[in-house]
């Protein structure tokens, strides 16, 4: 059986440096916001090519608090992309927003930049994007749209880390929030997630809000969070950062062989120079998913759907975003198949799944 994805296969070679980092983090008996953390936030602010990280509880609180630090006022408008993780649009509902949203780009299935400027209206205050499965959005023209509105950007990097567009790293063109959950291209062994900017006021607020509003111990200067990145988990975070790049370009590489290999029958992600993409997840798509997808088991691959049911289409929308219709996204829930694409699996499984998938 090809697993979809395997994460204990997929940590397995950094188990000694976890081991070793768990039992210095026991030892010394600090556990919250201490030096592992700092280490990190520096170490990561550094990778991506940012002033400041912060890390924070997880992906959707990293989302939630950069709208907190923009002290948006209740009601205005968000623009997010149809085509998502409901996280990103529950971040805008959490801070009693409206999100406003635009369809994708069906080649790129990341927001079209074409489609934003006739969302924007008076009330809008910001565009959150997000690099879906690891390709960064059109950034140059999206920041030059909130740029010219005054509009202000943030990107939900939670499937991008080290992705770039035209050489510049996802989480630089506007506050950057990333996720680190397990199955990232950059996942703890937990929840976990961090904010990255180049804006010292707003790494400031940040700061303030993920504990408790307080910078300084039992003062507290604003309505805060408990959103904490914790030592264990940094410690953790640090061990993989050093080999993110070789877990990029191992999928990187497995995603060659997809592109190369799959007939044409199965639409594959789009390749383009201006573009490093990380591959957090390689989809296809093909009318007759389900089968497809059923065909595969039945031959011992397992595959995912990101996702199989459009955010606008959720019950949780009810009332909120149900009326509206968003046929791009609705096409792409319900052909898209995500193929297996871990740290964990080999050139030889990647060749399977192709043989396999080509004799459908
Ligand atoms: C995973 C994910 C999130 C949420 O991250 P958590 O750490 O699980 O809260 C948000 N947006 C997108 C696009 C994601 O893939």
């Known amino acids: 059986m090809i697993d979809y994805e395997n994460l204990r296969k997929a940590n397995e070679p950094f188990f000694q ?21 700092k280490q990190f936030e520096t170490e990561f602010a550094a990778f991506n090519g940012n002033k400041y990280c912060i890390g924070v509880a997880n992906g959707l609180d990293a989302l939630i608090l950069c709208l907190r630090a923009l002290h948006i006022e209740k009601g205005s408008e968000v623009i997010v992309p149809s085509n998502t993780y409901i996280a990103t649009i529950l971040s805008i509902l959490q801070c009693d927003l409206i999100p406003v949203l635009v369809e994708p780009d069906i080649r790129t299935y990341n927001i079209d930049p074409n489609e934003i400027e006739a969302a924007i209206t008076k009330k809008t205050r910001a565009i959150m994007v997000v690099h879906l499965y690891g390709k960064s959005c059109e950034m140059d023209t999206i920041a ?14 939670a499937q991008s880390h080290g992705a770039r567009h035209k050489g510049k790293m996802t989480g630089t063109f506007g506050y950057g929030a990333f996720s680190f959950y397990p199955t990232k291209n950059l996942g703890c062994l937990g929840d976990g997630g ?12 940040i700061r303030m809000l993920r504990n408790y509003g307080s910078d300084k111990k039992y003062y507290n200067e604003v309505v805060g969070y408990n959103s904490r990145l914790d030592e264990i988990q940094a410690g953790f975070l640090s061990i993989k ?11 990187r590489t497995l995603a060659t062989l997809y592109h190369d290999g799959l007939k044409n029958e199965f639409i594959r992600p789009q390749v383009h120079p201006d573009y490093y993409d990380v591959f957090h997840i390689y ?51 319900a052909t898209t198949l995500s193929l297996p694409i871990s740290y964990c699996h080999s050139k030889s499984d990647v060749q399977r799944v192709i043989d396999v998938l080509n004799k459908f």
């Open 17 to 37: 440096d976890y081991q070793q980092s768990f039992i210095r983090l026991l030892e010394s008996g600090w556990f919250i916001l201490g030096g592992t953390v």
């Open 144 to 157: 030059a749209i909130a740029k010219k509105h005054n509009l202000s950007l943030i990107e939900d990097c």
């Open 194 to 205: 961090a904010v990255t900017t180049d804006d010292e006021i707003f790494a400031g607020k």
């Open 241 to 251: 950062l050093k080999h993110l790049h070789e877990i990029t370009e191992h999928k």
């Open 283 to 333: 989809n296809i798509r093909h009318p007759k998913r389900d089968a497809l997808k059923e065909y595969l088991l039945q031959h011992e691959i397992k595959t995912d759907i990101h996702y199989p049911v459009a955010p606008h289409k959720q019950k949780a929308m009810s009332g909120v975003l149900l009326k509206q219709k968003f046929p791009i996204s609705e096409e792409i829930h």
